[in-house]
């Protein structure tokens, strides 16, 4: 991993940034470059994902069907909009966006810390029901026994759900 520290903030303009990149190889894919900047001084901190090899605009589907599903390669980059429809959840690309590798059990674990959040700090009891309730879904997603839909759209084709499951489609 190379790294640059005490480098200018492009928001509070001190030199207290860290620019991190590393390359792995990530099967199917190959060579992919993970950034990383962070400021130890405002706490700016910004991450993404770039594959070696261009890809096309991707619409990627996978439905979470078992507790081994969960272990399943996720590569989201920072243009890319992650939607739950089981949960009537997204993640949309945009300027706070952030690229990432996990896996399936680590991408439903962001939609489940935002659904916590709501359930614990929400003032409208109705908001903290629904949250209530599709924790109990992520629960009986996590135990294997409901089924969990999961669609990546991005237009840079730099995001990826490495498995054989894994239905991918060209966008225009």
Known sequence: M?????????????????????????PYFGKTFVFAMQCSECGFSKADV??????DPSKITFEVNSEEDLFVRV???????VKIPGLRMSMDPGENSEGFVTNIEGLIGKFEKILEAQRDEADDKAVRKKAKNLLKKIWKVKLGELPLKIVIE????????????????KLK
Do not use: W, Y
């Open 154 to 169: 991005d237009k840079t084709g730099n995001s990826a759900i490495v498995s054989e499951k894994t239905e991918v489609k």
């Open 75 to 81: 590569v989201k980059s920072g243009s890319a909009s």
């Open 50 to 55: 770039e594959f070696e090899e261009k890809k």
């Open 2 to 26: 190379d790294e640059a520290t005490k480098q200018p903030c492009p928001i509070c303009g001190k030199n207290g940034l860290t620019l991190r990149d590393r390359e792995i190889d990530i």
